[in-house]
């Protein structure tokens, strides 16, 4: 597998920090998911065009570890790898503090694809991700 086939870029802003100063815990999760969209935009999806068509991929499991804090202000990136196991696609990860790549959180977000409520094999996420397969 390769070490990461998609990054994005972004900025903390103050009110994404809880009273400690550091990002709220939930924000990371709201990071990988806009990563996630980014990415699935790049590979030429979209979304609300695959829900109009019954098709939609839904988080099955997300696992997350905090490693170091991000702060009001700092520069970041969410860096992506996929891997498909049997229907599952699963979305390594990984946030870095910029410029000097401390690696502050590790995630793992696990999805899988429904058609019309009803869970497919998967077929979706090997036409749209097949570059990385």
């Known amino acids: ?20 100063g550091i990002v709220n815990n939930a924000n990371y999760l709201h990071y990988m998911e806009h990563a996630r969209h980014e990415f699935l935009t790049k590979m030429g999806g979209n979304f609300a065009e695959l829900h109009k068509q019954g098709l939609d991929a839904v988080i099955r499991r997300i696992e997350i570890e905090y490693l170091h804090s991000l702060t009001s202000g700092d520069t970041f990136a969410v860096r992506i790898n996929i891997k498909q196991e049997g229907v599952r696609l699963v979305f390594y990860q990984d946030i870095y503090r910029l410029p000097d790549n401390l690696l502050c959180t590790r995630g793992k977000a696990t999805n899988v694809c429904v058609q019309d409520g009803k869970l497919t094999k998967g077929e979706a996420f090997k036409e749209i991700f097949s570059k990385y397969l």
């Open 1 to 20: 597998m390769k070490e990461y086939i998609f990054e994005l870029e972004m900025k903390v802003r103050d009110y994404e920090c809880d009273l400690q």
